[in-house]
């Protein structure tokens, strides 16, 4: 969040993520680095990471988790280029934001994660929302603006096998809702171009939940903070290879 500049590459920044997994020891990536600035985002599974220049008035998604001796992480964070969101960013952003904080805070042993979690908490608060920012008429909208299911186990896998039915204590899985507005949307352009994924790490405990991810700071507030702090590769600069220097 610090080192990141209008006019990086998607794959600098995936390179970015990528170095600091090898400076702590992690042996592998754990799944291909997702990196997309602007409508890219609203690819799934995004891994070409190919935008030579990112734009200062775009968000980036970015998906990335590090293997490290077997085990696999998942987090995702999307941020400002510029270090500020816009208006339709901070909207959008703050509703995955509430969508995502409501559900952590109820994933707790005997939780149905499809039921509890994702349809009667997550999906209720996005619709909810969408319709308030006008974006849907109903909260009953078929959309895909929310095209995929909250979460999933991980462990020795990035999508590790495990009962949905019920959590237990022990388990960790991944929570991450998401809302994609894709170019060419039925609604208002404003909003087009926008998308934002939240995804943390959950590991069930015998009270509740705690969040295993939470040094990487997930309010828009603090991401805005942390964004004008410098940076260590702020005087990283690499020889212009054209001028043979």
């Not at 080192?3 to 794959?11: D, I, V």
């Not at 220049?53 to 992480?73: P, Q």
């Not at 410098?230 to 290879?241: A, E, T, V």
């Amino acid at each position: 969040m610090k080192a990141m500049k209008p006019g990086m590459s998607e794959r600098e920044v995936q390179g970015i993520h990528e170095f600091v997994f090898k400076k702590y020891q992690a042996e592998y990536e754990g799944y291909p680095s997702i990196v997309g600035e602007g409508n890219n985002g609203c690819i799934l599974h995004y891994i070409e990471n190919y935008k030579p220049e990112i734009s200062s008035d775009k968000m980036i998604l970015m998906d990335l988790g590090a293997e490290y001796h077997g085990y696999t992480a998942d987090v995702t964070r999307t941020i400002p280029v510029d270090g500020v969101f816009s208006d339709e960013e901070r909207a959008i952003y703050d509703l995955v934001y509430k969508a995502q904080d409501a559900a952590i805070n109820a994933a707790k042993p005997g939780v149905n994660i499809q039921r509890d979690l994702d349809r009667a908490i997550a999906r209720k608060i996005i619709n909810d929302g969408l319709v308030e920012l006008g974006i849907i008429e109903s909260p009953d909208d078929r959309h895909l603006f929310f095209p995929h299911g909250l979460g999933h186990h991980i462990g020795l896998d990035v999508h590790d096998k495990g009962n949905y039915d019920k959590l237990e204590p022990g388990m960790v899985i991944t929570i991450e809702p998401g809302i994609y507005i894709p170019e060419g949307a039925n609604c208002d352009k404003k909003w087009w171009g926008i998308a934002v994924r939240i995804e943390d790490c959950i590991l069930i405990t015998k009270e509740g939940s705690e969040l295993l991810s939470d040094l990487a700071p997930r309010h828009s507030d603090e991401i805005e903070a942390l964004m004008k702090q410098p940076s260590p590769l702020d005087s990283f600069i690499l020889p212009d290879l054209e001028k043979g220097g």
